[in-house]
């Protein structure tokens, strides 16, 4: 038995869960149950935001991978399918092929295609808008300026623009364009316009991710997640306060 390749598909799986935004729990979970389901002896494992560090024993010999974790998104049915997939190896007869096979289309599965992505953000930033109670004006600017700010954000993201520019500067887009609705009388709250756009810039799942994550002990991952989702946070005010005193200042 390759015990390398064993952990190099354990290691994928991981890197796709990380990448996915599955807790640090979760992951290490998974990656144990590949491991233990092609008969490993002892497999451990230690994940944080950024790496995966993974050892296993077969036949009185160890064997040790590192692998660093470089995007972090968010997709929820590449989760599900990678945490079924460990779940079926302990009770059917996968080959290491089949299981690393069966990843690498998991991990080239696409998500929502980009016009669907767009228009779905900018219906949410419409529900937002009703939600905080804004008239039927405000939230058809904030349909409009979700959409902009999801196709700047989008853009930006798949360009490996860092994600504080790219958080500071939808929001900053955001909030232009929220001050255009004003100015032109297409809106009738500022306030209500610009929360339901930047909505969709909210790190919601960093900040349930920190939470859960250190409620289950892995303080370090639960931290630097905090830390992640604050930073997101204050990109975010960086980018609508400096466009808000830009426009006062004229």
């Not at 799986?13 to 008969?39: H, Q």
């Amino acid at each position: 038995m390759d015990c390398n390749e064993i952990l190099n598909v354990a290691g994928m799986a991981g890197r796709i869960l990380l990448e996915s935004g599955a807790e640090a729990y979760r992951t290490e979970e998974t990656m144990v149950k590949i491991c233990e389901g092609f008969g490993m002896e002892d497999a451990q494992s230690y994940v944080t935001t950024t790496g995966i560090m993974m050892s296993i024993t077969h036949e009185r010999k160890n064997y040790a991978k590192i692998t660093r974790i470089q995007k972090r998104g968010v997709d929820l049915n590449k989760i599900d399918l990678i945490n079924a997939l460990s779940r079926n190896i302990q009770g059917s007869n996968y080959t290491i092929a089949q299981v690393k096979q069966e990843l690498s289309r998991i991990d080239a599965m696409g998500r929502y295609s980009f016009l669907s992505t767009l228009f779905f953000s900018a219906l949410s930033a419409f529900g937002f808008a009703l939600f905080f109670e804004g008239s039927l004006k405000d939230a058809l600017c904030a349909f409009v300026i979700g959409l902009c700010i999801k196709y700047v954000f989008m853009i930006m993201e798949k360009n490996g623009i860092n994600l504080f520019f790219h958080n500071a500067l939808s929001a900053g887009v955001g909030a232009i364009l929220s001050l255009l609705c004003m100015k032109w009388g297409l809106a009738d709250s500022l306030d209500t316009v610009i929360i339901s756009s930047i909505m969709l810039l909210v790190p919601g799942l960093a900040i349930t991710n920190a939470i859960r994550d250190t409620v289950a002990g892995d303080y370090l991952t639960g931290l630097s997640r905090a830390v992640e989702a604050f930073l997101c946070a204050i990109a975010i005010a960086v980018g609508i306060v400096a466009v808000l005193s830009i426009w006062g200042g004229m």
